[in-house]
């Protein structure tokens, strides 16, 4: 495990900090000032947090090393699973385009699916930390709360796995402060994406497609969800009537799917 090292924006926050303590200690008066200073460096956190592509809490894989990308090499994956319905057509797909993703499962969902587990992993298949409930307040969860909830998915995944995983996505990609330093506790690392779909909300498979595939090149980490799927206007998961046409895509730029290195 590395020893932890704040970003450059944490180690100012820090500094911000202690000037408005050393300020106050020096002259009371000047509170005003310091109460400012103080407000708008937490208003600047929480916008960092709110960003979920954002570098400034600590490192966050959004693309893959620039080797990677010269090999044309794309990252499918695939969170909020795995789901009992979803999830064996997504495995059925990949299968038939010959293409492997990487799963950010849920850990009470993998729980509850093991066999899902398995599949998905006999297939070449990755699966990495996605929290153990997704709650959608994780980002303002204080330290301990937020390391047991990546904890607890890290030993229910490495459980059923085999293997402990070595990435964590961030529900909704949200997070704080805290996120950085637990992470680097548990030897994982921060992955968000390059594209998403937003296809929880999305229902139209034309603009879920078109959001992963405008400007789709070498080293894009691509977002999608067997989990939480918005549903077509006939009731079909959307990334089922995505992915094929994506795979499809990615084959004729010439492209590969990876799992996340």
Not at 178 to 198: E, G, K, M, N
Not at 219 to 242: F, Y
């Amino acid at each position: 495990m590395a020893r932890w090292r704040p970003s450059p924006f944490l180690q100012a926050s820090a500094l911000v900090h202690a000037g408005a303590a050393a300020g106050l200690l020096a002259n009371p008066a000047w509170w005003p000032a310091a109460l400012g200073a103080l407000v708008a460096n937490h208003a600047a956190l929480t916008v960092a947090g709110l960003l979920p592509r954002s570098h400034l809490l600590g490192p966050n894989l959004t693309h893959l090393p620039t080797e990677a990308a010269r090999r044309g090499e794309v990252v499918i994956s695939i969170d909020d699973g795995p789901d009992p319905e979803v999830t064996p057509r997504v495995l059925e797909q990949l299968a038939a385009a010959g293409a492997r993703a990487t799963f950010f499962c849920i850990g009470r969902r993998a729980a509850a699916h093991p066999g899902l587990v398995r599949d998905i992993l006999a297939a070449g298949h990755t699966i990495e930390n996605h929290s153990e409930h997704h709650w959608k307040r994780f980002s303002t969860l204080g330290p301990g709360a937020m390391a047991r909830e990546i904890a607890t998915a890290q030993e229910t995944l490495g459980q059923l796995s085999g293997r402990r995983p070595r990435y964590f996505r961030a529900p909704a990609g949200l997070r704080n402060p805290f996120l950085d330093p637990i992470l680097s506790r548990l030897d994982l690392h921060l992955a968000s994406w390059t594209r998403r779909a937003y296809d929880t909300r999305a229902g139209d498979p034309q603009r879920v497609l078109s959001r992963l595939c405008t400007g789709l090149g070498g080293g894009d980490i691509l977002l999608l969800h067997d989990g939480n799927a918005a549903r077509t206007p006939d009731g079909r998961p959307v990334i089922l009537e995505v992915l094929p046409t994506l795979l499809a895509r990615i084959r004729d730029a010439g492209l590969s799917t990876t799992p996340l290195p």
